[in-house]
């Protein structure tokens, strides 16, 4: 496993479970010691498979998956709740998108600001950034979203209200299938 600069007081754990929608993985880092919840470093949509989403973990976090602290168990719960139909706010889940940069960073949390059920494209959310020339790279950015759904890039649309891009697997079909169980028309 790759040296992640980690302090004695910091720990890495991952692991799988199951949704209405499929298996998925969620990684965190968490602080022994300290009283910050744990931040979520990486979400995994389904794969094909359970264990292609296993295989997927595996490649992207090493180790074998451990036990969730209760932060992370009521995540992974908002999760399987979001997936079932009662739509869930993820706004106040911690996350840290490691190797994201600046604006990766501030594309993110503009993505955060936009509600289930609610769409943007990348134009306006560049324009939010005031950028108004950098909807491409909106675009890229979200297409390296480690934390799909958490960081909701599926809720950004091209323009014209066209489906665009995702990189979870089965592409804009899982995306739209995401935007129909909140209730977007696509």
């Known amino acids: 496993m790759p040296d992640l600069g ?3 007081a910091e720990s890495l754990g991952h692991c799988l479970f199951d949704t209405g929608f499929g298996v998925c993985g969620i990684a965190w880092r968490a602080f022994e010691g300290k009283d910050e919840a744990p931040v979520v ?3 995994l949509l389904p794969e094909a498979t359970a264990a292609g989403t296993a295989a997927a973990m595996a ?3 090493g180790g074998s ?3 969730p602290p209760p932060a992370i168990a ?3 719960e908002k999760v399987r709740r979001h997936f079932r139909g009662d739509l869930q706010d993820f706004s106040r889940v ?3 998108p490691d190797g994201a940069g600046p604006f990766a960073r501030a594309v993110y949390s503009a993505a955060r600001d936009v509600p289930a059920g609610q769409v943007r494209t990348y ?3 560049a324009r939010a950034l005031n950028r108004p020339a950098a909807a491409r790279a909106v675009g890229q950015a979200l297409g390296r979203n480690p934390v799909p759904l958490i960081i909701p890039c599926h809720r950004i649309l091209g323009a014209g209200g066209k489906l665009g891009g995702f990189s979870a697997h089965g ?3 899982t995306k739209a299938r995401m935007l129909r169980l909140e209730g977007v028309a696509v």
Do not use: K, S
């Open 6 to 8: 980690l302090t004695d």
């Open 41 to 43: 470093t990486l979400f």
């Open 59 to 61: 490649r992207r976090c």
């Open 65 to 67: 998956p451990t036990v």
């Open 74 to 76: 009521e995540v992974i």
């Open 94 to 96: 911690r996350v840290e």
């Open 123 to 125: 134009g306006e959310l």
């Open 171 to 173: 592409g804009v079909a």
